[in-house]
């Protein structure tokens, strides 16, 4: 990290035996270096989905070989929005997938092992990342098993308080926000753990940071919001909060395919399950209120490629809510048990354990119900 707001950056990426692998770069930054062991590599413009990028293709020569990259490239960060979701400055420095600052493989579902040095975080700055986070002056380094890119904040003025594997980090601790964090926080662990087993990725780690854009995001064990965001009373974010920690089981689907609703709609059907044991049948029946008028402007889940927030958020909970009353709720929790050992990337996989638990009529009529307009 730079003072004038700049990434410079020398990544070395260790590749599995692959004829090709393509990754995608922000395309604000100059690659001065691109090169591999054992393979060719070229670096191009990306057109949609990914315009605005950049795609660097390995081809590997001996694809039975692990091929290292090396990659060597600067500048500025990319637009992530108005107001920008990613941003480097001299009280908070936010980065993620967002902006596209370090490669990615083409996707978005390849999960990595890294260990990242960042120099340039502003010794007082807090910094918090999935994983293990050590610092040394104005150096952090972060070890992560098991993720799909490099995420971290640097604060400054964060405060801990934690509780039963829960850990929140916030500006205003005593805040409106932070104590509902704090207590659906704590309260959504318990009951997803009791479904799952134990999350992925302990401790948890919410980080609420002071940026004007109201946008979340979570990985394993590691969840980002903004003061920004209105707390709406009590539902809606024990449901956001609930929704965030279980994507630590429902695992990053290719967001580009109809496979999605795999990874949302499952995690806000099981959110909105929380709310149904925490806050009681009135809460959730508001907000199954509110997901029913939206769903109405939805299309299938399954058959048309990338999905919309009315089916992603809306129809999709609610098909899984009619299928709960169609084959009763303990089979449904078995298959969603089952599944997030071996979280799904296709709703083939979804499928395959519901007609294991619950029969071969139940998995035809909910493929149907995908399907439907």
Same mark, same amino acid.
Do not use: C
């Given at each position: 990290?730079?003072?004038?707001?700049?990434?410079?950056?020398?990544?070395? $990426?260790?590749?599995?035996?692959?004829?090709?692998?393509?990754?995608?770069?922000?395309?604000?930054?100059?690659?001065?270096?691109?090169?591999?062991?054992?393979?060719?590599?070229?670096?191009?413009?990306?057109?949609?989905?990914?315009? !605005?990028?950049?795609? $660097?293709?390995?081809?590997?020569?001996?694809?039975?070989?692990?091929?290292?990259?090396?990659?060597?490239?600067? %500048?500025?960060?990319?637009?992530?929005?108005?107001?920008?979701?990613?941003?480097?400055?001299?009280?908070?420095?936010?980065?993620?997938?967002?902006?596209?600052?370090?490669?990615?493989?083409?996707?978005?579902?390849?999960?990595?092992?890294?260990?990242?040095?960042?120099?340039?975080?502003?010794?007082?700055? $807090?910094?918090?990342?999935? !994983?293990?986070?050590?610092?040394?002056? *104005?150096?952090?380094?972060?070890?992560?098993?098991?993720?799909?890119?490099?995420?971290?904040?640097?604060? &400054? %003025?964060?405060?801990?308080?934690?509780?039963?594997?829960?850990?929140?980090?916030?500006?205003?601790?005593?805040?409106?926000?932070?104590?509902?964090?704090?207590?659906?926080?704590? %309260?959504?662990?318990?009951?997803?753990?009791?479904?799952?087993?134990?999350?992925?990725?302990?401790?948890? &780690?919410?980080?609420?940071?002071?940026?004007? *854009?109201?946008?979340?995001?979570?990985?394993? #064990?590691?969840?980002?919001?903004? /003061?920004?965001?209105?707390? #709406?009373?009590?539902?809606?974010?024990?449901?956001?909060?609930?929704?965030?920690?279980?994507?630590?089981?429902?695992?990053?689907?290719?967001?580009?395919?109809?496979?999605?609703?795999?990874?949302?709609?499952?995690? /806000?059907?099981?959110?909105?399950?929380?709310?149904?044991?925490?806050?009681?049948?009135?809460?959730?029946?508001?907000?199954?209120?509110?997901?029913?008028?939206?769903?109405?402007?939805?299309?299938? $889940?399954?058959?048309?490629?990338?999905?919309?927030?009315?089916?992603?958020?809306?129809?999709?909970?609610?098909?899984?809510?009619?299928?709960?009353?169609?084959? #009763?709720?303990?089979?449904?929790?078995?298959?969603?048990?089952?599944?997030?050992?071996?979280?799904?990337?296709?709703?083939?996989?979804?499928?395959?354990?519901?007609?294991?638990?619950?029969?071969?009529?139940?998995?035809?009529?909910?493929?149907?119900?995908?399907?439907?307009?």
């Amino acid at each position: 990290m730079r003072n004038d707001g700049t990434v410079a950056a020398n990544v070395t $990426i260790t590749l599995p035996p692959a004829a090709e692998t393509n990754f995608l770069l922000g395309g604000t930054f100059r690659i001065t270096q691109a090169s591999a062991s054992g393979a060719s590599v070229t670096v191009a413009p990306t057109d949609k989905p990914w315009k !605005g990028l950049q795609r $660097i293709t390995v081809r590997s020569r001996r694809p039975l070989r692990r091929v290292k990259l090396q990659i060597r490239y600067a %500048g500025p960060l990319g637009s992530t929005g108005t107001p920008p979701l990613n941003t480097i400055s001299k009280d908070l420095v936010e980065l993620n997938l967002d902006g596209m600052w370090v490669p990615v493989v083409e996707g978005f579902t390849t999960r990595f092992t890294l260990d990242a040095t960042i120099d340039g975080i502003p010794r007082e700055l $807090i910094a918090l990342a999935p !994983g293990r986070v050590t610092r040394s002056g *104005r150096r952090i380094v972060i070890d992560r098993d098991d993720d799909i890119d490099v995420a971290f904040v640097a604060s &400054r %003025g964060l405060h801990q308080m934690s509780a039963d594997g829960f850990e929140l980090y916030s500006l205003d601790p005593q805040s409106e926000l932070s104590q509902l964090y704090v207590q659906h926080g704590t %309260g959504a662990l318990t009951f997803l753990e009791s479904w799952f087993g134990r999350m992925p990725g302990r401790p948890v &780690r919410v980080v609420v940071v002071r940026r004007p *854009r109201e946008s979340g995001y979570a990985r394993r #064990g590691y969840v980002v919001v903004s /003061e920004a965001r209105r707390s #709406g009373g009590d539902a809606p974010m024990a449901k956001f909060i609930a929704h965030e920690f279980a994507h630590a089981w429902w695992a990053p689907v290719d967001p580009n395919t109809e496979h999605r609703w795999l990874q949302e709609s499952i995690a /806000e059907y099981v959110a909105l399950r929380y709310i149904d044991s925490a806050l009681g049948k009135a809460a959730l029946e508001q907000l199954l209120t509110l997901k029913r008028e939206i769903a109405k402007n939805a299309t299938s $889940i399954l058959g048309r490629g990338a999905r919309t927030d009315a089916e992603l958020y809306n129809k999709g909970p609610l098909l899984l809510f009619d299928l709960e009353e169609k084959i #009763g709720r303990e089979k449904l929790d078995q298959v969603l048990r089952e599944l997030a050992q071996n979280p799904p990337s296709e709703t083939s996989q979804f499928l395959d354990v519901l007609r294991q638990v619950a029969g071969e009529d139940a998995a035809r009529m909910f493929e149907a119900t995908l399907r439907a307009e």
